[in-house]
RNA sequence: GCCGGUGUGGCGAAAUGGUAGACGCACAGGACUUAAAAUCCUGGGACCGUAAAACGUCGUGUGGGUUCGAGUCCCACCACCGGCACCA
């Protein structure tokens, strides 16, 4: 193929024009204040050569940015081009239309490839990862795109990171005010410290209820244990933090040496490498995340990105409204015990059968201990009190009186019942008036399964995550001997400890409705637990409670008439045999009978459905609703529960044990009495560096690599460094932001240029078009979305949202139709394509293969087709004599590109006359096309627009100038390099004939525009107006015939024409005609019958 | 299982409820050429016919429905792709 004739000179062409463009910087986006350089061709267009861009004299602008690639050392491959080339032409687009476009480029350049080659090889990652970087560059620069290059950056600059770790410590410095709903600087959380822990109050604030509780409790905790109020206050303002440090089980991935955040781990496995990965319990950065879930999730309403894709984010913030419930466990003693559910479906407690805890919930280990603490008083009887006065608690855990021991025994006998001591230090001594059997049964249930729910938690911890989840097919769990009391109707209900409950959703413990949900269904056939139903729906069904297996009779009778309402099998997994579904009770029951299979009871088989509440005394035959609503209200009367809002969303694991990222700036220090704490660094001592090192390996104590570096690690002040770094999302959160100010060191973007770009202005917000990939769907956007919004809470950025639309693009797939991979041999490099197409081809070819956003299969012979149209284009414009002595002096290789491309000469069919309404209707209907299907990014059927002309106009023997110079204008966006080739050479025609009607403006003052810059054509209807059109004749809807009429044609006119047709005659003679439908200037359709 | 998306010639695809298959690839025939490549012209969903055509019938994953008329709207289902998944 090599060795074919070119189409058109693009190996001069293209690189002329791009370092054209590189020297007069011709893409450059203005920010307010900027000076526009004289003769800059954006300066010509809006009038500012040469003048100070003043913010109300820029014209508005337009944000399209692309997700910025890590520059890998395999470089491009075809499916980057395709969402730069699709913001590319619309960049070019919006820029002839007048608008100030800010299209920029970056790297987000820290990442684990540079560094695992810097483990083996010991070069500085920097090194790799610049000379990556100058491929990258190179190869994006060679497809033309229009970049804004004096706004490059990349995440592993200094001056870049320097930023963001001042956001870090932003974060770090601030905290989620309940309250307001939103992040406020530290300094105002600390009143609140203030009044928790000394109870001193400057000034009257309100702190929600549950807010104040949950600090309260650390607060007393804390000061249990004798630690200092400084202390204290210092833990409570650190646990408030958004970023903060926590102690909790986390991804570890061994091969990479480091941890991972949930959004990076896939199926049991690294995101990336697809190394395994454990939970282990450590002590790591975490972002706050979890409290901008509501608004994370209810701002994807505001923002135009695809459903799929928001339905992904909202997916794995994973909203669930429902209610958390508290049930009291029955323990006997003055100290009541209670654990609380979270529920979605509240109106079913009628239907608990019984409970489950997560078996890593405090509340085991709590139980356990209340039970030794039982035994022990137990053994300490009345007569050891000699207290002269003891406290006493009845049953009722709220009366409490103070009386001399002798008093408090004879109440106790008087009442039948024993008096034991509870607390013998507390003075009074505190004792208790149980029922002594309450306590012996307790005791007993309780110590008997103590083993067996020792060993369960054992079991269950030695099980890594997947084997919890994926594995298993077959539920576990054991009874805990301990009872809850339901609120609704104070049943005992028994609690058990099951895996398939999990610690860190929801509260960690569920109320188990097996009617209604299918987990709970499995479990409670399998450990024959009650099930009771509590909703009746259509869906209702009806099964046997153990799984049988069916012999050839009963299956023929399954199938016989006689059982026709409704069966379905169920394969009941790993237990073997089968549950039969019928939809009628009785049915279910007259199979069974007389059967000689152990088919346990005829049971309702889980049905989670609306429906109408049942067998739930005061809610019964509410519909689930109602239901939901009454129980709601009634809980919360009773203040036993309330309604709540749930997310599956997890705090961000923000720190990682490698090398190349952004260190912390946060240093550790000892206090007085010797506790490890974190302070930042001021804002002044940024940016931190990471310390030169010879080995980039992890410590062998599993320390990150930082720990190597002794110098940096330890301050004079004996104060240590943090030694993680950040993860490789942190520089990708805000980069779009820098773009707009790339080159401030007095802030991490300007304040006016913040405004400028961002902020609304009517008619777009934030980044106007946002194009990448959907593997970015819950890590990247949610990442980045939530440091806006931090950010904007602040008060450093003027919207909440910082991507207002945002497409993906559709994966570009082999030619063999898999996903494109090294080892399928099926990776196309675009180099390649450019060598023997040319970027405008490839460019044309990545749009034309179809819709953007679709996944479709790379197809060389498709490259091939839009470069033959470009080669037609060519030989539209150019005269093929001068093409063919071009050839020939090219071979001699003695003039210059530009000479060279000199010697050919415009077609002498191309001239100065007027065009014809035909040649003008043909130019207008693609300017409609072209414009309106860039505007729906509809780039394939726009390029097959400008085929269309081309093909129409390839015909005529006169060409007129002014058509084809129009014809350039739509090409522009698409084929950047030819166009401007080719309107290069048209300059030297003129137009003069179709001036007065501005479709041929050339220029603007006596400076001729650029062709980057010359105003997008407008169309005109008029001229697309046909005097004759087809219009087709249809018997019952059935074409028959096409007839020609005038465009003003009547609809009686049409009905008449349309009768008289011999053609369509045939079909309704001898029917009676019922009606005419006419649709003027459509169709006619004759109904006959 | 749940959520989102897709399904149209040999292939990539196109069609505000109104002539299904624009445009392109591949293919076939022709022109140019000593020849090939390139270029230019012509053809083309399937079936039935025919020397060739005309005409006809069928046709947008399957089955129903709404409508004068459905690729497009509604209902049910199937297949594939992507995401989530013991999330209470």
């Known amino acids: 193929m090599a060795s074919s004739r070119r189409q058109y000179p693009f190996h001069l062409i293209e690189p002329k024009w791009q370092q054209t463009w590189d020297e007069q910087q011709a893409f450059r986006a203005f920010n307010p204040g900027d000076s526009v350089p004289e003769g800059h061709p954006f300066g010509i267009r809006h009038n500012l050569s040469g003048k100070v861009a003043r913010a109300e004299a820029l014209p508005q602008k337009f944000y399209i940015l692309d997700m910025f690639p890590y520059p890998s050392g395999a470089g491009l491959h075809v499916g980057h081009p395709e969402g730069y080339t699709a913001t590319d032409i619309l960049a070019r687009y919006r820029r002839a239309c007048g608008f100030n476009v800010l299209h920029p480029m970056g790297w987000d350049s820290f990442g684990l490839p540079a560094e695992q080659y810097a483990v083996k090889t010991g070069q500085h990652p920097r090194v790799t990862t610049e000379a990556n970087i100058a491929n990258f560059t190179r190869q994006i620069k060679s497809l033309g795109f229009s970049y804004d290059w004096s706004r490059e950056l990349?995440?592993?600059?200094?001056?870049?990171?320097?930023?963001?770790?001042?956001?870090?410590?932003?974060?770090?410095?601030?905290?989620?005010?309940?309250?307001?709903?939103?992040?406020?600087?530290?300094?105002?959380?600390?009143?609140?410290?203030?009044?928790?822990?000394?109870?001193?109050?400057?000034?009257?604030?309100?702190?929600?209820?549950?807010?104040?509780?949950?600090?309260?409790?650390?607060?007393?905790?804390?000061?249990?244990?004798?630690?200092?109020?400084?202390?204290?206050?210092?833990?409570?303002?650190?646990?408030?933090?958004?970023?903060?440090?926590?102690?909790?089980?986390?991804?570890?991935?061994?091969?990479?040496?480091?941890?991972?955040?949930?959004?990076?781990?896939?199926?049991?496995?690294?995101?990336?490498?697809?190394?395994?990965?454990?939970?282990?319990?450590?002590?790591?950065?975490v972002l706050r995340i979890t409290a901008y879930a509501e608004r994370l999730f209810d701002d994807l309403d505001s923002i135009d990105w695809s459903n799929s894709l928001k339905e992904m984010q909202?997916?794995?913030?994973?909203?669930?409204?429902?209610?958390?419930?508290?049930?009291?466990?029955?323990?006997?003693?003055?100290?009541?015990?209670?654990?609380?559910?979270?529920?979605?479906?509240?109106?079913?407690?009628?239907?608990?059968?019984?409970?489950?805890?997560?078996?890593?919930?405090?509340?085991?280990?709590?139980?356990?201990?209340?039970?030794?603490?039982?035994?022990?008083?137990?053994?300490?009887?009345?007569?050891?009190?000699?207290?002269?006065?003891?406290?006493?608690?009845?049953?009722?855990?709220?009366?409490?009186?103070?009386?001399?021991?002798?008093?408090?025994?004879?109440?106790?006998?008087?009442?039948?019942?024993?008096?034991?001591?509870?607390?013998?230090t507390a003075n009074p001594p505190a004792c208790i008036i149980e029922s002594y059997a309450k306590h012996v049964s307790f005791e007993q249930e309780v110590s008997k399964q103590i083993q067996p729910v020792r060993d369960y938690k054992q079991q269950v911890a030695k099980k890594s995550d997947l084997e919890r989840t994926e594995l298993a097919k077959e539920k576990t769990g054991v009874f805990m001997g301990a009872y809850a009391i339901n609120p609704v109707n104070s049943q005992r209900i028994p609690i058990w400890i099951a895996d398939y409950v999990l610690s860190n959703y929801g509260t960690g413990a569920i109320m188990a409705v097996p009617a209604h949900d299918e987990r709970d269904w499995e479990f409670a056939a399998l450990f024959d637990l009650p099930i009771k139903e509590v909703v009746k729906s259509q869906k209702q069904r009806y099964c046997n409670r153990k799984p049988v297996h069916l012999d050839a009779t009963d299956i023929n009778l399954l199938h016989s008439p006689d059982f026709k309402p409704d069966i379905e099998f169920r394969n009941a997994g790993s237990l073997?045999?089968?549950?039969?579904?019928?939809?009628?009770?009785?049915?279910?029951?007259?199979?069974?009978?007389?059967?000689?299979?152990?088919?346990?009871?005829?049971?309702?088989?889980?049905?989670?459905?609306d429906g109408t509440t049942c067998n739930s005394d005061f809610l019964n035959g509410s519909t689930t609703p109602e239901a939901k609503k009454k129980i709601s209200a009634w809980l919360e009367e009773k203040g036993l529960g309330k309604k709540t809002i749930n997310y599956k969303l997890r705090d961000w694991l923000f720190s990682r044990q490698r090398y190349w990222g952004e260190p912390f700036p946060i240093v550790w220090k000892k206090d007085a009495a010797g506790n490890l704490y974190h302070e930042a660094l001021p804002e002044s001592s940024l940016p931190l560096l990471p310390p030169s090192l010879e080995d980039y390996k992890p410590m062998p104590d599993g320390?990150?690599?930082?720990?190597?570096?002794?110098?940096?690690?330890?301050?004079?002040?004996?104060?240590v460094r943090e030694?993680?770094?950040?993860?490789?999302?942190?520089?990708?959160?805000?980069?779009?932001?820098?773009?707009?100010?790339?080159?401030?060191?007095?802030?991490?973007?300007?304040?006016?240029?913040?405004n400028y770009w961002m902020a609304s202005n009517g008619k777009s917000a934030g980044v106007d078009l946002y194009v990448g990939g959907t593997e970015h769907a819950v890590l990247h956007l949610l990442y980045a979305r939530f440091w806006h919004k931090v950010l904007f809470d602040l008060g450093y950025v003027s919207t909440p949202e910082p991507f207002y639309k945002l497409v993906n693009q559709g994966l570009i797939l082999g030619s063999d139709g898999q996903k494109m991979s090294k080892s399928r041999g099926n990776v196309v490099n675009p180099d390649d394509v450019l060598v023997e197409y040319g970027a405008d081809a490839f460019r044309l070819y990545e749009m034309f293969m179809g819709p953007l956003q679709d996944t479709k299969p790379w197809n060389i012979n498709g490259v091939a087709g839009v470069y033959k149209f470009l080669g037609r284009v060519w030989r539209l414009f150019v005269d093929e004599t001068s093409e063919t002595e071009f050839e020939q002096a090219e071979a001699t290789k003695e003039q210059s590109n530009q000479e060279l491309l000199n010697l050919i000469k415009l077609n002498a069919a191309i001239k100065d006359v007027a065009a014809t309404p035909a040649q003008l209707k043909t130019l207008h209907a693609c300017i409609k096309k072209v414009t309106e299907d860039l505007d729906g990014m509809r780039f394939n059927t726009a390029i097959s627009a400008m085929m269309v002309f081309v093909n129409d106009a390839i015909t005529w023997e006169t060409k007129p100038v002014s058509v084809l110079r129009e014809f350039l204008q739509l090409l522009q966006p698409f084929a950047p390099h030819i166009a401007e080739e080719l309107w290069s050479k048209v300059q030297s025609l003129k137009s003069k004939v179709n001036a007065a009607d501005g479709s041929a403006t050339l220029s603007i003052g006596h400076q001729t525009l650029d062709l980057a810059y010359s105003p997008w054509p407008k169309f005109d209807a008029a001229l697309l107006v046909e005097n004759e059109i087809e219009i087709p004749v249809q018997v019952n809807g059935k074409l028959r015939d096409v007839i020609k009429v005038s465009v003003n044609a009547t609809a009686a006119e049409l009905e008449a024409l349309a009768l008289a047709n011999e053609k369509a005659k045939p079909y309704y003679e001898g029917k009676t005609i019922k009606k005419v439908i006419v649709v003027p200037k459509k169709l006619v359709n004759i109904v006959a019958a």
């Open 154 to 285: 990349a995440t592993t600059d200094v001056e870049y990171f320097k930023w963001t770790q001042w956001i870090f410590l932003k974060l770090y410095n601030s905290w989620f005010n309940p309250e307001t709903n939103r992040a406020e600087p530290i300094e105002t959380f600390n009143p609140i410290v203030e009044k928790i822990v000394t109870g001193r109050v400057s000034q009257p604030i309100t702190i929600a209820p549950a807010f104040e509780y949950e600090l309260r409790t650390v607060a007393n905790k804390l000061l249990a244990r004798g630690t200092r109020i400084s202390t204290i206050k210092r833990t409570l303002v650190d646990s408030q933090r958004l970023a903060y440090v926590a102690k909790g089980d986390f991804w570890w991935c061994e091969q990479l040496g480091t941890v991972l955040s949930n959004e990076e781990v896939v199926d049991g496995k690294s995101e990336v490498g697809g190394f395994p990965v454990e939970k282990k319990p450590m002590l790591q950065w």
């Open 314 to 424: 909202r997916n794995w913030i994973g909203r669930s409204e429902g209610a958390i419930v508290k049930f009291q466990v029955d323990v006997p003693g003055p100290n009541p015990v209670s654990f609380s559910v979270f529920t979605t479906r509240p109106d079913t407690l009628f239907g608990v059968t019984y409970m489950v805890v997560a078996p890593e919930h405090t509340f085991v280990d709590g139980i356990v201990a209340l039970l030794e603490q039982k035994k022990r008083a137990n053994y300490r009887v009345n007569e050891q009190i000699t207290a002269p006065t003891i406290r006493i608690y009845s049953e009722n855990i709220s009366e409490i009186e103070v009386l001399s021991l002798s008093a408090a025994l004879a109440k106790a006998k008087s009442r039948g019942l024993d008096l034991i001591e509870n607390n013998p």
């Open 576 to 609: 073997k045999g089968e549950w039969i579904d019928f939809l009628d009770r009785e049915e279910a029951i007259k199979f069974f009978s007389g059967r000689s299979y152990d088919f346990g009871d005829i049971v309702p088989s889980s049905v989670e459905a």
């Open 703 to 719: 320390q990150p690599p930082l720990a190597r570096a002794k110098d940096w690690l330890n301050l004079p002040d004996g104060s």
């Open 723 to 754: 030694t993680n770094t950040m993860p490789q999302w942190a520089g990708s959160c805000w980069y779009y932001l820098r773009y707009l100010d790339a080159k401030n060191n007095s802030a991490f973007v300007g304040k006016d240029v913040e």
